[in-house]
């Protein structure tokens, strides 16, 4: 089985089997494919008797979202499965573990995660996860520290950028997110309820111009090594655990991207949570929201800057007064402003979320996507304003009123 085909569910199976010391050789293994995302097919194979199981990814050469009509190149496997394994050395334990890679067939094998439940879809149950501003505050300062100037060595970084230019990937973001949503584009995807809203999004020059800059930014700025999509689908969780998956957009970027990624996902979820019935409810999950928000970023900011302190590598950086201070305010500035292009994306944009997509009553959902325009298109207006993280509160709670 050498040259790319996309695997047959038996042929997955062959493939687990042949993973050296993994599975008996008399194991009845079963495949299900179970990929809900937009590009690729994920096989679980498991061993009937005993439980064990293995994730099999494989990319696709086209977008599944749209069809063979939108090509995509294979080499975002070997991206995803290099990725993972930095990530893994810089933040164990927070990333599946990478078994074997194989580039012909673009797959990769991993640990199961079955145990763990995809968050989005775990908010929309209105789970709570203890965990996980620990956790991804851990994944995120560990990797995009150690992966920045300010971490790693900086003639390493030129040489390890070089492998991960990933140029189809980053033009998906650059369309879907800096580019389409302000445009009569034909990749918009924007229900009939909001035209107005996706109308005047067109025209907004003071909107064009900050995202503009978040986009030049996106296009440019190679800060650290970035995950590329942490969005609540990229992330499995339990009541203990986090383990963040699918770094396939990974690329060196701008690290309020990645920090932006996650909080612009728990909002998304916070509009969403309209579909509750009972005022009370709602309003106590919305403030678990804004709570985890406050504290992914609380928790990153004090354990980056404590990397820095601990393990800074670059002189002036470290020792210039007031840099450090400079630095993450920049950096909380690009996250608000990436938060609300996300925002705004998952609404008028080709790729939605279901936390706000499968609300069923119609004006709920309008008043959701609303919701989620009108916050995301503040935080971009406003981003270059902020000095703290009540500065987004802020803005979200004013989204309410
Ligand atoms: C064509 S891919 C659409 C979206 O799915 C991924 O998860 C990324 O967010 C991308 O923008
Ligand atoms: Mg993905």
């Known amino acids: 089985m050498s040259s790319y085909h996309p695997l047959t569910e038996q042929e997955a199976i062959d493939m687990a089997r042949s993973l050296p010391d993994f599975f008996a050789p008399d194991a009845q ?10 590009l690729n097919l994920v096989f679980h194979i498991k061993d009937t008797a005993s439980g ?4 099999l990814k494989q990319a696709l050469p086209y977008a599944k979202v749209v069809g063979e009509s939108w090509p995509l190149t294979l080499d975002r496997a070997r991206i995803e499965s290099e990725a993972l394994i930095i990530q893994g050395r810089l933040a164990p334990g927070l990333v599946p573990q990478v078994y074997h890679y194989d580039q012909e067939l673009a797959l990769t094998i991993m640990e199961d995660l079955s145990d763990h439940t995809i968050m989005r879809r775990g908010l929309m149950s209105g789970d709570h996860y203890p965990r996980f501003a620990e956790d991804i505050s851990d994944f995120m300062s560990a990797t995009l520290f150690y992966t920045s100037d300010l971490g790693m060595n900086q003639q390493e970084k030129k040489r390890l950028a070089g492998s991960f230019i990933n140029p189809e990937l980053c033009k998906i973001t650059e369309d879907l997110i800096f580019d389409d949503p302000y445009t009569d584009s034909p990749n918009n995807n924007c229900e009939a309820a909001i035209a107005d809203e996706a109308k005047a999004l067109q025209t907004d020059e003071e909107l064009h111009f900050e995202v503009a800059l978040l986009r ?10 970035l995950h590329g999509d942490l969005h609540t689908g990229s992330i499995f969780v339990t009541a ?3 383990k963040v998956i699918d770094p396939e957009f990974a690329y060196f970027g701008p690290i309020g991207y990645d920090v932006g990624a996650v909080i612009s996902n728990l909002l998304l979820n916070y509009a969403g949570q309209e579909q509750w019935s009972s005022d009370e409810a709602r309003e106590r999950y919305r403030s678990y929201l804004l709570q985890t928000v406050i504290d992914v ?7 980056f800057r404590k990397l820095w302190e601990e393990h800074g590598v670059d002189r002036l950086a470290n020792t210039a007064a007031g840099y450090k201070d400079y630095y993450m305010k920049r950096l909380l500035q690009d996250t608000i402003g990436y938060t609300g292009c996300k925002m705004v994306r998952r609404i008028v944009g080709l790729s939605h979320v279901i936390d706000i997509d499968s609300i069923t009553d119609d004006a709920k959902r309008e008043r959701a996507q609303r919701m989620a325009l009108a916050i995301g298109k503040q935080f971009i207006k406003s981003n270059r304003q ?16």
């Open 240 to 242: 203990e655990s986090t």
């Open 52 to 55: 064990k199981g293995l994730i």
């Open 216 to 225: 030049q930014k996106f296009l440019t700025e190679g800060q650290a090594l």
């Open 29 to 38: 293994l079963t495949s299900s494919e179970i990929g809900d995302g937009n």
């Open 297 to 303: 970023w609380e928790q990153f900011e004090r354990k």
């Open 386 to 401: 902020a000095g703290s993280i009540h500065h987004l509160v802020d803005i979200v709670m004013k989204g309410i009123e």
